[in-house]
């Protein structure tokens, strides 16, 4: 089959939908389908262009077999990231991509099925285009719920009229898409059961993160390594962050726990790696609050990263309080697959919740119980057996249920259905 997929992020970013959309690129290449990408130049989480792809023309690219054409993209710098700016600069990018759709139309033409990577939103209305003027089909992949995962976050406020009349824009365009397509993907039951919801009639199939448990893994050379270049020794406890710094992170709630310790039990430290919208904030507000027990580190690669998962002790994944099921956060997956045990912060009702509570890999938490939070982590400072036991149930509960044939099964059904395959 002839794939094109168009997503908003792409190899060789390495946050936010990037990774699972080229895994995803990858795993239908690899069953012997031609696929081709249209992305914009790499952007992400840092808002800034990578240097390689700055200051000329895109070309297409090779990645591993899989064709890329890269688009332009506006950007607004990191510290003046709003929504209208957002808004301006997603707007760009599906602008700058449907140019390039243009001029490469006899490839989307061939196409037998249309691959559609939700954020950015927009690109709802690129298929909506392609499926009435080209007759192409596409399937629509959800992997943030818009405008709910906006509007929980409170990246969106509803309240005024301007944003009433967006949210009311994007709910009847996100209903239009669902029925539109020839099917919708998404991560979780929870968020397929929001699908269906508002679309009873789509086709809607799971389409999962999944991980390679040999490119993350427990390592206690990694560890070690990790924690004698940052001074953490055995007595201290490290709760960490990886990833995009955003306002679905909570990263501020994080910073307010671990002022609870500062001056008290010098045991406990916090490290933040990463970048995004939010990070010279969260510089700003460290630097304010002059915790010594707080480290802020750069996005970590590779390597890297997997020495950062294995040399903390905690992972801290949140989702903010009101998001019940609108996404949820891919460094989940590395991080059970290192055998990192996990603090997490959700909605009790909310599928990460319920993931978290199930795998016997993490210490659960409501957005009411931060107190217990901090209570919790000096008798864990005292007796860490317990974070050992829950390293082990991460890895096994990783094996146990994110591969890539169980993650793909539905969707790789329903993608070469479109050519009877």
């Not at 690129?25 to 992305?39: I, K, N």
């Not at 726990?257 to 970048?275: L, N, S």
Request: with cysteine; charged share 20%.
């Amino acid at each position: 089959m002839n794939i094109v997929i168009l997503t908003s992020y792409f190899h060789p970013e390495i946050t936010g939908i990037a990774p699972h959309a080229t895994a995803i690129a990858r795993a239908l290449h690899d069953r012997g389908h031609a696929v081709t990408v249209f992305a914009p130049r790499p952007h992400y989480p840092e808002w800034e262009v990578h240097a390689k792809y700055r200051g000329r023309r895109p070309r297409p690219e090779d990645v591993g077999g899989i064709t890329v054409h890269r688009s332009r993209i506006w950007l607004p710098r990191s510290d003046t990231v709003t929504l209208k700016t957002r808004l301006v600069g997603e707007g760009s990018a599906v602008a700058f991509q449907a140019l390039k759709l243009l001029r490469h139309l006899p490839t989307v033409a061939r196409a037998d099925i249309v691959i559609v990577m939700s954020p950015f939103f927009g690109q709802a209305v690129t298929a909506l285009a392609l499926r009435s003027l080209l007759r192409r089909e596409f399937v629509f992949h959800v992997e943030d719920i818009i405008p709910d995962s906006a509007v929980d976050t409170g990246v969106l406020n509803a309240s005024g009229r301007v944003a009433r009349a967006l949210v009311s824009f994007a709910s009847a365009l996100e209903r239009r898409v669902y029925r539109s397509a020839r099917c919708v993907s998404t991560l979780t039951s929870a968020m397929r059961e929001n699908i269906q919801a508002k679309a009873p009639k789509a086709n809607v199939v799971l389409a999962g993160y999944w991980t390679d448990p040999e490119e993350h893994e427990p390592d206690e050379s990694l560890a070690a390594a990790f924690r004698a270049t940052h001074g953490y020794d055995a007595s201290h406890l490290v709760i960490g962050y990886a990833g995009n710094i955003g306002a679905k992170q909570k990263l501020h709630a994080l910073i307010d726990m671990a002022a609870a310790f500062a001056g008290k039990d010098a045991r406990v430290q916090f490290v933040i790696a990463g970048d995004g919208a939010h990070r010279s904030e969260l510089e700003s507000s460290v630097a304010a609050s002059g915790l010594s027990n707080v480290r802020l580190l750069p996005l970590q690669r590779g390597r890297g990263y997997s020495a950062f998962l294995n040399g903390v002790d905690l992972s801290y994944i949140a989702q903010a309080d009101g998001v019940s099921d609108a996404f949820i956060p891919s460094k989940l997956y590395p991080t059970l697959a290192s055998g990192c045990a996990v603090a997490c912060f959700a909605n009790e009702g909310s599928e990460l919740y319920r993931l978290m509570r199930e795998s016997g890999a993490a210490l659960t938490y409501t957005w009411e119980e931060t107190d217990r939070f901090v209570s919790g982590m000096v008798d864990i400072a005292d007796d860490r057996s317990g974070l050992r036991a829950m390293g082990a149930a991460a890895r096994e509960f990783a094996l146990a249920n994110f591969t890539q044939d169980s993650a793909l099964r539905q969707f790789v059904e329903a993608v070469e259905g479109a050519d009877g395959v």
